[in-house]
């Protein structure tokens, strides 16, 4: 699995702008972002950038979110 790091800008208060997901592929990525979605909505998650950080290197084999970005209103 790889690490990827997926943004969006321009969201308001109560909204996600950022998650760092461990995953399989950016397919898997955006589905995750869309599960999480708050007051941002799961469409905004389609047109998100997307950029590879690396090799996960632990021991979950299952995607999921390690870290997320919340700007709270």
């Known amino acids: 699995m790889k690490i990827y790091l997926i943004y969006v800008s ?9 998650h760092v997901i461990v995953a399989n592929n950016e397919k898997e990525v955006i589905e ?12 905004v998650w389609n047109t ?5 950080q690396g090799v996960y290197m632990g021991v979950e084999v299952d ?7 919340f700007n709270a209103g």
């Not at 321009?10 to 950022?18: E, L």
């Not at 995750?32 to 469409?43: M, N, P, V």
């Not at 998100?48 to 590879?52: E, F, G, P, R």
């Open 10 to 18: 321009g969201v308001g208060y109560d909204s996600y702008n950022a």
């Open 32 to 43: 995750l972002a869309k599960k999480q979605s708050a007051d941002e909505g799961e469409d």
């Open 63 to 69: 995607k999921f979110i390690l870290l997320s970005s």
């Open 48 to 52: 998100a950038k997307i950029s590879d």
